[in-house]
């Protein structure tokens, strides 16, 4: 079953990855454009501008929700790589909790106010905001999730790597 999983887990990642990459063509695609039509044409567009800037929120919080892994995230690490892995998966387990619990606490807020923003749209499109800051919505209960599993595979032992910057790299 296990194997399934991972397969399936596998599955889901690369597509995760493939709605990212077809979300950055788009914004990338509607940069042309906006080039084009401004300075070959001398059409100003308004719509192009506010696509890019809806799909960089997207872009963003759909690449830290499902495809960022916990070692590509950017964070401070002096004291954190410099002690045992115990006193590591004590200190995951407090940043974990204050997530869990900080993001957990504002869910409903944010879900009342997400939901609310369905009475404005976009000055071009006319996209509900509903619908462009539901992505949020998303991020919250994936990085809740996520860090609940990581807390969990910590409390089972398996304390967090520790930080070896001959291994860093950019991600690919």
Avoid: H
Avoid at 6 to 12: D, I, K, S, V
Avoid at 15 to 35: C, D, K, P, T
Avoid at 59 to 88: C, H, K, N
Avoid at 126 to 137: A, E, G, P, T
């Amino acid at each position: 079953m296990i194997p399934r999983l991972r397969a399936a887990g596998g599955w889901l990642y690369a597509r995760a990855e493939n709605v990212l990459a077809g979300m950055l063509a788009v914004m990338f695609a509607a940069f042309l454009l906006q080039i084009l039509f401004r300075y070959v044409l001398n059409w100003p567009t308004g719509w192009t501008n506010e696509l890019s800037a809806v799909l960089w929120i997207w872009i963003v919080l759909w690449g830290a929700a499902f495809v960022l892994t916990e070692q590509e995230e950017m964070r401070f690490d002096l004291i954190y790589a410099s002690v045992g892995p115990r006193t590591r998966g004590a200190m995951f387990l407090i940043c974990a909790a204050s997530l869990i619990f900080l993001y957990g606490f504002s869910f409903p807020a944010v879900v009342d106010y997400v939901t609310f923003m369905k009475v404005e749209k976009t000055a071009y499109l006319k996209l509900r905001f509903d619908w462009v800051f539901c992505i949020y919505i998303v991020f919250v209960v994936a990085i809740i999730v996520r860090y609940l599993w990581l807390s969990w595979q910590v409390l089972r032992g398996s304390a967090p790597e520790e930080f070896d910057p001959t291994k860093a790299g950019s991600g690919v």
